[in-house]
């Protein structure tokens, strides 16, 4: 198994910036896709972003196009969420995940592997 501890998150005035991170602990970390989830108080779990075992492919929600970038470092067994423009909109709890297998998806029940989430504030 892989354990996920996220950090990073804070309150932000509207505009700013942030960069969420997720350290990974376990022995095949560079075999797993990634992603970043978020959810707000009585709404689903929505997907974010997600990037593969290599890091050479990436999806995002339509959402944070052009605003969040996702990355890796699997030497250092970390993926981070570098987020700018942000809006109150992105206010919500950032989970950090992981699959069993390289290729990345969209969906929430193919990742096994879940941090515990950091919150994002966007102040108005």
């Known amino acids: 198994q892989v354990q996920l501890v996220e950090s990073g998150g804070g309150l932000v005035q509207a505009g700013g910036s942030l960069r969420l991170s997720c350290a990974a602990s376990g022995r095949i970390f560079s075999t797993n896709a990634m992603g970043w989830f978020r959810q707000i108080p009585g709404k689903e779990r929505e997907f974010v972003a997600a990037i593969s075992s290599s890091g050479g492919t990436t999806y995002y929600a339509d959402s944070v196009k052009g605003r969040f970038t996702i990355s890796r470092d699997n030497a250092k067994n970390t993926v981070d969420l570098q987020m700018n423009s942000l809006s109150p909109q992105d206010t919500a709890v950032y989970y950090c995940?992981?699959?069993?297998?390289?290729?990345?998806?969209?969906?929430?029940?193919?990742?096994?592997?879940w941090g515990q989430g950091t919150q994002v504030t966007v102040s108005s």
């Open positions: 995940a992981g699959q069993n297998l390289p290729m990345p998806t969209m969906s929430r029940a193919l990742y096994h592997y």
